[in-house]
Nanobody, 125 residues
Framework: VQLQASGGGLVQAGGSLRLSCAAS????????MSWFRQAPGKVREFVGG????????VYADSVKGRFTISRDNAKNSVYLQMNSLKPEDTAVYSC???????????????????WGQGTQVTVSS
């Protein structure tokens, strides 16, 4: 699966951005999809994920209530709507795919087989 992330940019604190991740495979609906981020000098961390089956979602505590992940299987795409952005949300955001049809959403990097190239999100104060 090839993943292409887009939608990053520069935004002021309190603003919003919507990231998109397009997948190349027609079996996209069978993949759990997640977003991770990596800030300068920090390890990459899980942001949020969505299951392949029921579309159930999981979020990191730091983004709960502000970020929403969704998917459109007809468009082979997953989205991350980010609202009320904070300077600490500044990072490179990457999408990742894990093959599986249960409602389980992996949150650890090693559980993901495919990664997109990342898109930069910068939040100014």
């Amino acid at each position: 699966v090839q993943l292409q992330a887009s939608g990053g940019g520069l935004v002021q604190a309190g603003g919003s951005l919507r990231l998109s991740c397009a997948a190349s495979r027609r079996t996209f609906s069978r993949y759990r999809m997640s977003w991770f981020r990596q800030a300068p000098g920090k390890v990459r961390e899980f942001v949020g994920g969505i299951s392949s089956n029921s579309g159930s979602t999981v979020y990191a505590d730091s983004v709960k209530g502000r970020f929403t992940i969704s998917r459109d299987n007809a468009k082979n795409s997953v989205y991350l709507q980010m609202n009320s952005l904070k300077p600490e949300d500044t990072a490179v955001y990457s999408c990742a795919a894990n093959f599986g049809s249960s409602d389980y959403v992996p949150t650890r990097q090693y559980e993901y087989d495919y990664w997109g190239q990342g898109t930069q999100v910068t939040v100014s104060s």
